[in-house]
């Protein structure tokens, strides 16, 4: 099964609230994650890393939480804006074929801000 | 500098029938990979290559070949379509010993 999957489908706040979009991964020797946000019918784009020698990073209105003891991972996104309507994954890198290492996905989170 | 372009953005395919995704990156980046993603689903890792000349095998590689015959593009090949290949494809390139990967807009592929 994945290693990396996601508490909610689908998230709702209000325009102005801080929203909290949650992750578990079950691999405790998993050292990276990252976030990624998907608008409709684009591309996922990087939002923010966490190495797991840190147990939080702040990034321009960001905030990714980890804690390794639970497995679990957390964005915050502050003051959430109608552009942040999304969907939210998290990421781990895996080892593939060649020794090298692919990103896993978890299935995403859906953000919705209402105004 | 126009990041990771894909082609085409749309296509309808009869069963049986064969096609190429075409991905190019213009950020010299040293690996790239190809993934789909389904409905309700994250994405899938199908086939990566770590260098020209150089492909593996993803998480569903089956009914797809993947070829990197330059450093800049990174082909997908459906030799048989299927309608469970009915998905959004995604390509992305990444740097080298860096996770952080880079995606194209997607090609969204029907197959009837």
């Known amino acids: 099964g994945e290693s990396v999957g996601l508490h909610l489908p689908t998230l709702s706040v209000q325009e102005g609230d801080n929203s909290i979009i949650n992750c578990a991964y079950s691999?405790?020797?998993?050292?990276?994650f990252i976030w990624y946000k998907q608008e409709s019918g684009k591309g996922p784009q990087f939002i923010i890393d966490?190495?797991?020698?840190?147990d939080k990073r702040q990034g321009q209105r960001v905030t990714v939480l980890l804690n390794k003891t639970v497995k679990h991972l957390s964005l915050q996104i502050a003051a959430t804006q109608p552009g942040d309507s999304a969907v939210y994954f998290c990421?781990?890198?895996?080892?593939?074929?060649?020794?090298?290492?692919?990103?896993?996905f978890g299935s995403g989170t859906r953000l919705q801000v209402q105004p | 500098n126009a990041g990771v372009t894909q082609t085409p953005k749309f296509r309808v395919l009869k069963t049986g029938q064969s096609m190429t995704l075409l991905c190019a990156q213009d950020?010299?980046?040293?690996?790239m990979y190809w993934y789909r993603q389904d409905p309700g689903m994250g994405l899938r890792l199908i086939h990566y290559?770590?260098?020209?000349?150089?492909?593996a095998k993803g998480e569903v590689p089956d009914g797809y070949n993947v070829s990197r015959l330059k450093k800049q593009n990174f082909l997908l090949g459906l030799e048989s379509a299927a309608p469970s290949q009915t998905s959004v494809y995604f390509c992305?390139?990444?740097?080298?010993?860096?996770?952080?990967?880079?995606f194209g807009p997607g090609t969204r592929l029907l197959v009837l």
């Open positions: 950020m010299n980046h040293e690996y």
């Open positions: 990421a781990e890198p895996l080892f593939g074929d060649t020794g090298r290492r692919a990103l896993t």
């Open positions: 691999n405790s020797a998993s050292d990276y």
């Open positions: 290559s770590v260098g020209e000349g150089t492909t």
């Open positions: 966490i190495r797991s020698n840190m």
């Open positions: 992305a390139s990444s740097y080298a010993g860096q996770e952080t990967q880079y």
